[in-house]
C-alpha cells in the first residue's frame, strides 16, 4: 500500500491488516490484526494476535499488548516517568540516558478512546477503560475504569 512506513525488522502475523499513513518500527504484531490509519508502533513494543488498533494510536516502545484486545482511536502509551530532552549540561538524551518502563495490557481487554495509559501499569484481563480516562495505576481484571485518574467504576 502507499503511505506505509513498515521497517524491514518489523515482525507480521499472518492475516495483519495495516492501513496506510502507519509508522512501525522493531515491533511485532500477531495473526489477524488490524492497524488503522496515522497508528505508530514502536521498536519493542508487541501487539498481540486478533487486535483491533484504531486510528491515531501511539504504542511506544516498553508496551505488550495482549490477544482480543480492542484499542480506541487517539489513544496515548507513555514509557518514561521523568521524560526530559536534555541532560544537566545541556546535551540531548540519548537511549543510554533514560530507562523504558514498561506497560502490559492483558488479553481481552478493552481500551476506550482518547484514553491516555502511563508507563508502570497493568491493565487487566477482559478489562474496560472508558473513553477519556487517564490510567494511572494497574486495572484490576474483569473491570470497568473511567475518570481522570481512571477509578473502578464497577465489576463485569
Known amino acids: 500500500m502507499e503511505y506505509q512506513c513498515i521497517a524491514k525488522d518489523v515482525v507480521l502475523g499472518k492475516d495483519v ?22 497508528v505508530e508502533i514502536q521498536k519493542n513494543a508487541k501487539v498481540g494476535s486478533n487486535c483491533k488498533i484504531s486510528s491515531h494510536t501511539f504504542i511506544c516502545e516498553g508496551v505488550e499488548i495482549g ?26 538524551q540519548t537511549e543510554a540516558d533514560w530507562t523504558v518502563t514498561k506497560t502490559f495490557i492483558r488479553n481481552g481487554a478493552s481500551i476506550g478512546s482518547g484514553v491516555t495509559i502511563l508507563c508502570g501499569v497493568t491493565v487487566g484481563e477482559n478489562a474496560i477503560v ?27
Request: charged share 15%.
Open 130 to 156: 472508558g473513553a477519556g480516562a487517564v490510567v494511572t495505576k494497574d486495572v484490576p481484571a474483569g473491570s470497568v475504569v473511567a475518570g481522570v485518574p481512571a477509578r473502578v467504576m464497577r465489576r463485569l
Open 67 to 92: 490477544d482480543n484486545v480492542f484499542v480506541g482511536h487517539g489513544v496515548m502509551f507513555i514509557n518514561d516517568k521523568y521524560p526530559r530532552a536534555a541532560n544537566p549540561d545541556g546535551s540531548l
Open 17 to 38: 491488516r495495516i492501513f496506510n499513513f502507519v509508522n512501525l518500527y522493531g515491533c511485532t504484531i500477531g495473526d489477524g490484526s488490524k492497524i488503522g490509519a496515522f
